[in-house]
């Protein structure tokens, strides 16, 4: 076995230190640099889908007409300039959430059968408050995993 003299031992402990800050420094430098940008824009992207679920769920509310005394909800009346805003919004949350994501697949689902509805005044009032209180649930329980993967700075 060698024997070492403590000069030659620093001098080898000063290189493993001097080699691990080389390797290991940047990475934790990427790891933190790309937190600190990716952080903000999901939490951008959480603001957006909030903002237009909310503007979707009032306006779906907002241009449906009750037809008279039955409680259907009524196409022939329907607001076309507000109609082309929840398509709109339709669109852009189409656009915005994950195809490959259950959740998101499934609130794209919901967001398009309230359109519809909207649209060619199918179904009943109590079919369509159900369906806009399933849109609402998931949205949130999207808006709260997304929320808790910016907490946790999961990239």
Not at 95 to 102: G, I, V
Not at 111 to 121: F, K, L, N, P
Request: proline share 3%.
């Amino acid at each position: 076995m060698a024997n070492f003299t403590t000069p030659e031992v620093i001098s080898g402990m000063s290189m493993l230190v001097a080699l691990c800050a080389v390797v290991v420094g940047p990475i934790v430098t990427f790891t933190v640099a790309k937190r600190q940008v990716i952080s903000p824009i999901r939490q951008k992207w959480i603001d957006e889908l909030r903002e237009l679920m909310s503007q979707f769920l009032s306006e779906s509310r907002k241009v449906i007409v009750l037809s008279e005394g039955c409680g259907l909800l009524n196409a022939d009346k329907t607001d076309e300039s507000a109609f082309q805003k929840l398509l709109y919004i339709e669109q852009k949350l189409g656009l915005m959430l994950n195809p490959n994501e259950e959740d998101h697949s499934e609130l794209v689902k919901l967001v398009h059968a309230i359109t519809e509805d909207v649209q060619h005044g199918g179904g009943n009032l109590i079919d369509f408050g159900n369906r806009l209180g399933e849109a609402t649930t998931l949205c949130q329980k999207i808006l709260k995993y997304e929320w808790e993967r910016v907490k946790s700075g999961e990239i």
